[in-house]
């Protein structure tokens, strides 16, 4: 094989690179670290165009569709761009309002108690037969008496450091809202001209891709297609559990009803896991008042989460990530050990990205198989 003069010199510049980071590798890797803490802003505010824009279009199709003027078209791209981002601050605002008194609340009757709840439930557990022999197997009534007593004090202390790292990140406020304010500026500048901005990129990579362009939007496509049907029907299911939890709850009369139903609601969010992350946490907050109706929302929430993800989930949500149950599980799972919440939202999109590219790979090498065999056998 011999190389042209072009390639010669590309290898040539490929190896003094390679020669350079391994030399200056501490240097490297900070350049890289301070790039990447300052692009962080520009990266957030990526991320909230794509949400943002998911309601934008929708605000700009009503607009069209209701208001069939002629002006309506020249500013339908601002007046749906402060529309969506009314919503969300709406949204945002009613939450906080709605959730924080009642954690506060909380926080407060658990910090003051003596924890005569959890002895409460001790007690319950003592007169149930059938864990009789369990609690003495685990060492009996004293032992599991100190276990939990153990577990709820690390649980509380848990949540004290949580606070305390709360309330020092206050600190940095100042810091916080600049880069909040960036990276929502920068996200308005890609949402007003995302055509052109689109159209920008697609030239730069047809040019410098070549005859990888086409791969390259290809695998695009599937990632803004599984992306936004992830969290388009995540989100439909996750107001359909939040509001069917929240009429429940008010019905039965469980205290913090709409606290709880919002936490779950938005836990809804992660597939499969997400809904009891918000129910361990309703169960705290309602084990602060009764243990037994702590108890009877745990059982509320498992009735509603069967009728919820049998009748309704397969119907709104259905298979709008194309991705198989057991994936899922793997895709969260891993998501989770890499990035916490946020790896576990984006990793079942991701997932599903892969897995279409994997079977549309499989699909195709199978077809040229059988167009292969049928023209060896002619």
Not at 13 to 28: A, G, K, P, S
Request: hydrophobic share 50%; charged share 10%; proline share 3%.
């Amino acid at each position: 094989m011999k190389f042209t003069k072009n390639q010669f010199i590309w290898l040539a510049v490929l190896f003094f690179i390679c020669f350079l980071i391994y030399t200056y590798w501490e240097t490297v890797v900070s350049i890289c670290n301070t790039i990447f803490v300052a692009s962080q802003p520009f990266l957030v505010g990526a991320g909230i165009a794509f949400v943002v824009n998911i309601l934008m279009s929708f605000y700009e199709k009503i607009l069209i569709k209701f208001i069939p003027f002629g002006f309506i078209t020249k500013i339908k791209r601002p007046i749906s761009l402060l529309l969506a981002f009314a919503t969300i601050g709406l949204v945002f605002t009613w939450v906080v309002f709605t959730v924080l008194p009642d954690l506060i609340d909380s926080i407060n009757t658990l910090i003051s108690q003596d924890r005569s709840a959890i002895n409460n439930l001790i007690n319950w557990l003592l007169k149930n037969k059938s864990l009789q022999k369990i609690i003495q197997d685990l060492g009996g009534v004293t032992q599991v008496r100190e276990l939990i007593n153990s577990y709820s004090a690390q649980l509380l202390q848990q949540i004290m450091n949580g606070l305390t790292n709360f309330l020092t990140s206050l600190t940095s406020l100042p810091s916080t809202l600049i880069n909040l304010f960036i990276s929502i500026v920068f996200s308005c500048y890609v949402l007003a001209g995302k055509e052109k901005l689109g159209n920008q990129v697609n030239r730069l990579v047809d040019v410098y891709l070549g005859r990888y362009g086409k791969t390259f939007h290809y695998v695009v496509a599937i990632l803004n297609n599984r992306f936004r049907n992830f969290f388009v029907y995540q989100s439909i299911e996750a107001c359909i559990l939040g509001t069917l939890c929240y009429i429940g709850m008010r019905i039965f009369n469980f205290p913090y009803a709409a606290t709880i139903s919002i936490l779950i609601g938005f836990s809804a969010m992660i597939p499969v896991v997400g809904a009891y992350i918000g129910v361990t946490i309703g169960t705290i907050l309602i084990m602060t008042h009764s243990v037994t109706l702590a108890l009877l929302f745990v059982a509320y929430v498992v009735i509603l989460q069967q009728f919820e993800g049998n009748l309704i989930y397969p119907y709104v949500v259905g298979g709008s990530t194309g991705l198989p149950g057991i994936w899922v599980i793997l895709a969260i799972t891993i998501g989770s050990a890499l990035g916490g919440i946020l790896g576990m939202l984006v990793s079942v999109p991701v997932a599903a990205t892969l897995y279409q590219i994997v079977k549309d790979n499989v699909v195709k090498r199978e077809e040229a198989k059988a167009v292969a065999s049928i023209e060896n056998s002619d």
